[in-house]
């Protein structure tokens, strides 16, 4: 992975050991690793502005985003 400049983001405890429980077997070496190739993936698919996103479309993302602790 590219060096790439890093900002810290708060995500509750219990979700950090869901991931952590998640990743133990797994080629992924961090939660932060995870964290980000989740995000990459999920804004990848959507490659376009937020204004081009069906309501549907935009519900799967706050969906997740609340999987992910960011959402209430």
């Known amino acids: 992975m590219e060096k790439k400049e890093l900002k810290e983001v708060s995500i509750p405890t ?3 050991k869901k991931i952590e429980e ?3 077997d797994s080629d992924i070496d961090s939660v932060s690793s995870y ?3 989740v995000l ?3 804004l990848s698919k959507g490659e376009g502005t937020p204004e081009n996103l069906s309501k549907e479309d ?5 969906e997740r985003l609340r999987a992910l602790g960011y959402l209430d």
């Not at 935009?58 to 706050?62: A, D, H, L, Q, S």
């Open 58 to 62: 935009e519900e799967k993302v706050k």
């Open 35 to 37: 964290v980000i190739k």
């Open 40 to 42: 990459e993936e999920s």
């Open 14 to 16: 219990s979700l950090y």
């Open 22 to 24: 998640k990743i133990k």
